[in-house]
């Protein structure tokens, strides 16, 4: 996916006005740089999960591991995405990813014979 639909008004939604209260921008830039992470492997099939160590997650988003769960649960919490802890390993899952996706992206899932969107 090359970008994101992102809506001009995204900060009013009731949840991200709690994560802006909760965490500051801190917290609302990590939710949307991990849409970014999501986004990045989201192709035809529709993958809308990333999974990491715990240790690159934090480094990617350049946040502590305690914030960062903190944050991560806070979004699981109010159903921004899911996450599952493997251990040493992190899933997060985004499906309502899909529907934000760029037109360019659709245009190759509809070439790949794949349904570009659930």
Known sequence: MRWIKHLSSARNDPVMKLLLAEFGFEGYGLYWNILEIIAENLDYRNTTSATMTAKQWCNSV?????????????????????FKNNQKLITINCPKLVKYRDEY??????KSGQAPDI
């Not at 350049?62 to 649960?73: A, E, G, H, R, T």
């Not at 992206?105 to 509809?110: T, V, Y």
């Open 62 to 82: 350049k946040i502590s591991p305690k914030k960062f769960q903190k944050i991560l649960v806070f979004c699981s919490e109010n159903n921004c995405f899911s």
């Open 105 to 110: 992206s659709r245009k190759q899932g509809k």
